[in-house]
């Protein structure tokens, strides 16, 4: 079998599709500091600090930008979005559940963990709050 992404992959970034695999999704905090750090690293970008620790994401966001993604068909359209994540930190993913024109900046999203084609576990997003009933 081909080595996947977490085969590969330096050690944070291993630990956090390990979690994903586990169902946990998780972030990285600076003990000294209190600040979430995503993407998975060894250290924090503004300070340096190397005492980052696994924690879980409560995975509450807000769509901070968007675009639709525009595809020759038969493949459908779909959604990429920078999702500001109640901890601070900001994630590339898609929010999935309503039309790509739909999502919008200032959307409250939910975590889920889902599987791409290989079945590697990804974050991606569903609406929260009123555009989840719609």
Do not use: K
């Not at 977490?6 to 970034?13: G, V």
């Not at 000294?32 to 005492?51: I, K």
């Not at 990429?80 to 409250?108: D, F, I, T």
């Not at 975590?111 to 709050?129: C, K, N, S, T, W």
């Amino acid at each position: 079998m081909p080595p996947t992404l977490q085969d590969t992959a330096p050690r944070p970034q291993q630990e956090y599709f390990a979690h994903l695999a586990e169902g946990r999704f998780m972030i990285q905090r600076s003990r000294s500091s209190g600040e979430h750090v995503f993407y998975p690293r060894v250290a924090a970008p503004r300070t340096g600090a190397q005492d980052l620790e696994w924690v879980e994401a409560s995975g509450h966001g807000t769509v901070y930008a968007t675009t639709v993604m525009r595809v020759r068909p038969p493949a459908a359209p779909y959604n990429v979005c920078l999702v500001q994540l109640a901890e601070g930190p900001r994630m590339m993913s898609r929010v999935e559940g309503v039309a790509p024109e739909a999502v919008h900046v200032g959307m409250a999203v939910r975590a889920r963990i889902a599987q791409d084609d290989e079945g590697q576990p990804l974050v991606v997003f569903d609406p929260a709050g009123r555009e989840a009933v719609q």
